[in-house]
C-alpha cells in the first residue's frame, strides 16, 4: 500500500494539473458498462455500503461507497475546503497499476464536500474483473483500500476446507512431481502439488476470459512446500463473481520444481456444483450485461433466456433472478433494423416476424411463473394481441402467418400461438377468450396436415395448403407436444393429452429424430452443419419433453430424458464445461452460446 501512495503522491507532485486532467479526459473515454455505464449519478444507485474503512487526511474523511446491486462505487470527500479533490481509481490488474482520476470532483467555493459519479467495478462485456477505491487530495493524497479484493461465490478467496473433493482436468507433471486441480461441490478450486520436495512451488491461475489472459488472477494462494514435507495444497478460490455479473471464471494448477525455473500448468476447467449449474454458467458467461442479451441473435435469445429460467425454477435458485428484468427492462423499446434484430424492432417485443414475437410471450409467461409479477404476464397479453391479428381464416381456412407480409403458414408459428394462448387462460382467471383461440387454433394445426401419418411435424403448409414434406426439426416437434400439453391442462381433455403422448413418442421412436436414442437434428447427420437457428431447435424439444415427463411420469420419457443429459456431458463437453451442437460429440462440433443453451435444455431434463 505504501508503494502505491507514494506513486500517487510524486505523481501530483511531478504533473502540472493541466497535465493531469488532460490524461483523465483520456482515460474516461474508455466508459465501461455493465447494469450501467460509467458516470450514473449516486442518486440512482439501488443501495449503499461502504466495504472498507474511510481514510482521514487533514481532517478530511474520504470514503468509498458502493452498490453491488449496479456493481458500482463512487468516491465522497467531507469535512472540507474550498479545492480539495475526490476521485476514484480502478485497477484491472489487482492492483498492481490503476486507471486514476476517474470522476475527479472539487470542492466548491462555501462547500465542505463532494462526490464523484458513479464508475463501474467490472466489465462483464470484457470479460474483466476490477477493483475500486476511494483517493482524495487535501495538502496531500491518501487512498482507501481497495474493496472486493476476494473473490466470493458460495466462499469467499482464500477459504479451507472443502466440501467434496474431484478433479475436471487430467493432472501434469513436471520432474516427477504431481501438479492437480482439484473442486468442491460448492465449485470452489485449489491446487495441490505431491511427490515433490521442500521448496516446491504451487498456484492457481484464474482467467475471466476462458483463459486468453489472467491480468490480477496470477499466482493466487502461492505457496511452497514446507520442510520436510513432500506436497502441499493452496486454498480455495472461486470462479463466480455474482458481485460483480462475472461469470464463467476458469482457473488452472501450476507448480515449479524448487532446483529450476520452469513451471507446468494443467489445462483450465470451469468448477461448478453440477451439471446443469455448468452449462448454466458457461452460457452466463456470453450474456451482455450492458445491452441484456446474447450476442446477434434476437429469437434465440427469448429462447435462452427461458431456458435459464427452467434452470432457476427447476433448481430453486435465484441468484440469475437479476437477468429476467434486466433482459425485459432494456429489450422492450424500439429498436431499428439491424441493432438487435434484421427487422426493426416496434416495442413490446414485436416486429415483422410472428414466430419471432411468439417466443417473448413464452419468455415473459415463465417470468410471470418465476417471478409472480403481472407485469410480464401483462407484456405476453400484449404480444399474444398483436399476434392474432394475423390469424388468418381466408387462406387454409385458419391458422397464423409467420411473417406480417402473409407468405408463409408454418408449424413453429402455430405451435407457438397454441402454447402462448392456452398458457394465458391457465393463468388469467375467469378467461374465455384465450381459451376459445387456443381451442381454434389447435383444432385447426392438428387437421392442417403439418402433422403426417408418422405423428412427425412437417415444417409447414405449400400454398396449395397441403403438407409441404419439409424437413422434421424438433422444435417443430416439441412445440406441437407443448401447445397439446398446455391445452390438455386448461381443458382436461384426455385426447389432448393422448396427442401429445403420440407426438413424444414418434419422436422417440424416430430413426430419423432420435438415432440410437439421441437426439438429433437433420443438420447434424455427416458433414451438414446447422446454422444459428437449428443449433437450439434440440434444447426447445426437451423443454416440452420435460414438461410432459413431469405431468405423466412416463417411464419412457424419464428414461430417454436422463440420456441425453448422459451423453451430452459425457461426449459434448470440453474442460470449459462448453457445449457443442452434436450431443454425440462426432465430427466437426460447434460450440457457441446457442448450442449452449439447447443443451442445457438437455440436462435440465433429466434434473428432477
Known amino acids: 500500500m505504501m508503494r502505491i501512495l507514494l506513486a ?19 482515460l474516461e473515454a474508455a466508459q465501461v458498462c455493465s447494469v450501467a455505464c460509467d458516470t450514473l449519478d449516486p442518486s440512482r444507485a439501488q443501495e449503499e455500503t461502504f466495504p472498507v474503512a474511510e481514510k482521514v487526511l487533514n481532517g478530511r474523511r474520504i470514503v468509498l461507497h458502493v452498490s453491488d446491486k449496479d456493481a458500482m462505487g463512487w468516491a465522497s470527500i467531507d469535512n472540507g475546503s474550498t479545492g480539495n479533490a475526490v476521485w476514484l481509481d480502478r485497477s484491472w490488474d489487482g492492483g498492481a497499476t490503476w486507471d486514476g482520476l476517474l470522476g475527479k470532483a472539487t470542492i466548491p467555493s462555501s462547500w465542505t464536500g463532494t462526490r464523484t459519479l458513479m464508475y463501474n467495478q467490472a466489465d462483464p462485456a470484457g470479460h474483466r474483473r476490477g477493483l475500486i477505491r476511494a483517493c482524495g487530495d487535501a495538502s496531500g493524497v491518501v487512498c482507501t483500500d481497495w474493496a472486493h479484493v476476494k473473490v466470493c461465490d458460495a466462499a469467499c478467496d482464500g477459504s479451507a476446507s472443502p466440501v467434496g473433493d474431484s478433479q475436471p482436468v487430467p493432472s501434469t507433471t513436471l520432474a516427477n512431481r504431481r501438479i492437480a486441480l482439484h473442486v468442491d461441490n460448492r465449485g470452489m478450486a485449489w491446487a495441490t502439488i505431491d511427490t515433490g520436495r521442500a521448496g516446491d512451488e504451487i498456484w492457481l491461475d484464474r482467467s475471466w476470459n476462458e483463459g486468453a489472459s489472467w491480468p490480477g488472477g496470477s499466482s493466487l494462494g502461492r505457496l511452497s512446500v514446507p520442510s520436510g514435507a513432500t506436497s502441499t495444497k493452496t486454498a480455495l478460490f472461486a470462479t463466480k463473481d455474482p458481485k460483480s455479473k462475472l461469470y464463467g ?9 524448487v532446483e529450476g525455473s520452469n513451471g507446468a500448468c494443467t489445462a483450465w476447467a470451469r468448477p461448478a456444483t453440477d451439471r446443469a449449474a455448468a452449462a448454466a454458467d458457461a452460457l452466463m458467461y456470453s450474456y451482455r450485461p450492458d445491452t441484456a442479451w446474447w450476442l446477434s441473435s434476437w429469437w434465440n435469445s427469448a429462447v435462452a433466456v427461458t431456458t435459464l429460467m427452467d434452470y432457476q425454477k427447476r433448481t430453486n435458485r435465484t441468484d440469475l433472478r437479476w437477468i429476467v428484468d434486466r433482459t425485459f427492462t432494456e429489450n422492450k423499446g424500439v429498436f431499428p433494423a439491424g441493432v438487435k434484430s434484421g427487422d426493426a424492432l416496434e416495442g413490446n417485443f414485436i416486429s415483422r416476424a410472428i414466430d419471432d414475437t411468439e417466443w417473448w410471450a413464452i419468455a415473459w409467461i415463465q417470468a410471470y411463473d418465476l417471478t409472480g409479477d403481472r407485469k410480464y404476464l401483462d407484456m405476453a397479453v400484449t404480444i399474444a394481441n398483436y399476434v392474432h391479428g394475423y390469424w388468418d381464416t381466408s387462406t387454409c381456412g385458419g391458422g397464423v402467418w409467420w411473417d406480417r407480409e402473409r407468405t408463409y403458414k408454418n408449424a413453429i408459428t402455430n405451435g407457438l400461438y397454441v402454447r402462448m394462448t392456452a398458457a394465458l387462460h391457465n393463468r388469467l382467471p375467469s378467461d374465455t377468450v384465450w381459451l376459445q383461440r387456443a381451442t381454434t387454433g389447435w383444432n385447426w394445426f392438428q387437421a392442417s396436415g403439418m402433422i403426417n401419418s408418422a405423428k412427425l411435424v412437417n415444417d409447414g ?3 396449395a395448403c397441403g403438407n409441404n414434406g419439409q424437413t422434421v426439426w424438433t422444435y417443430n416437434q416439441g412445440l406441437a407436444i407443448g401447445g397439446a400439453l398446455e391445452l390438455w391442462r386448461a381443458t382436461g381433455n384426455a385426447a389432448l393429452l393422448t396427442s401429445a403422448r403420440q407426438l413424444a413418442d414418434a419422436a422417440i421412436a424416430s430413426s430419423a429424430l432420435s438415432p440410437n436414442g439421441i437426439l438429433t437434428e437433420t443438420c447434424d447427420v455427416g458433414s451438414a452443419s446447422c446454422d444459428d437457428n437449428q443449433k437450439q431447435f434440440k434444447g426447445i424439444f426437451m423443454r416440452y419433453l420435460t414438461d410432459l415427463a413431469d405431468a405423466t411420469g412416463a417411464a419412457a420419457y424419464r428414461t430417454f430424458a436422463p440420456r441425453q443429459s448422459d451423453t451430452i456431458w459425457q461426449s459434448d463437453r470440453d474442460s470449459l464445461n462448453r457445449l457443442g451442437q452434436r450431443w454425440t460429440g462426432q465430427g466437426t462440433n460447434p460450440r457457441d452460446w446457442r448450442t449452449q443453451a439447447s443443451a442445457l435444455g438437455g440436462i435440465l431434463a433429466a434434473t428432477p
Open 8 to 26: 500517487a503522491v510524486l505523481l501530483a507532485v511531478l504533473l502540472p494539473a493541466p497535465a493531469a486532467e488532460a490524461s483523465q479526459t483520456k
Open 249 to 257: 471464471g476458469a482457473v488452472r494448477a501450476c507448480g515449479r520444481a
Open 461 to 463: 403448409l405449400t400454398n
